[in-house]
Nanobody
Framework: QVLLVESGGGLVQAGDSLRLSCTASGRSFRTYNMGWFRQNPGKEREFVAIINYSGSSTYYADSVKGRFTISRDNLENTVYLQMNSLKPEDTAVYYC????????????????WGQGTQVTVSS
């Protein structure tokens, strides 16, 4: 069992940066691959990025490649999403999730989810 809590969302302007954090409970965090997804009302949850258990490998959606960076600190049980050059279309609720699979990108492959944090980018 992994409990995940996101933080760091907020309202920013286009071109700004924001860093999301997701802190996990339990000693098994370092055995999980961690992902970030986002979702808008009435739309499917969209894959954003994933990092493997050790932090040595990452994979990004094309829509965020070059602007977002996923990283993790296994000593702090935390995964981060650094978001730069934000665009209005990045507005969504952002979720972190945990999986034993890599580099899977379907939300159905992630059994553990946080509650989400809202990111709003104004133009």
């Amino acid at each position: 069992q992994v409990l995940l809590v996101e933080s760091g969302g907020g309202l920013v302007q286009a071109g700004d940066s924001l860093r999301l954090s997701c802190t996990a409970s339990g000693r098994s965090f370092r055995t999980y691959n961690m992902g970030w997804f986002r979702q808008n009302p009435g739309k499917e949850r969209e894959f954003v990025a994933i990092i493997n258990y050790s932090g040595s490998s990452t994979y990004y959606a094309d829509s965020v490649k070059g602007r977002f960076t996923i990283s993790r600190d296994n000593l702090e049980n935390t995964v981060y999403l650094q978001m730069n050059s934000l665009k209005p279309e990045d507005t969504a609720v952002y979720y972190c999730a945990a999986t034993k699979l890599y580099p899977y990108t379907r939300s159905a492959d992630f059994p553990y989810w946080g509650q989400g944090t809202q990111v709003t980018v104004s133009s």
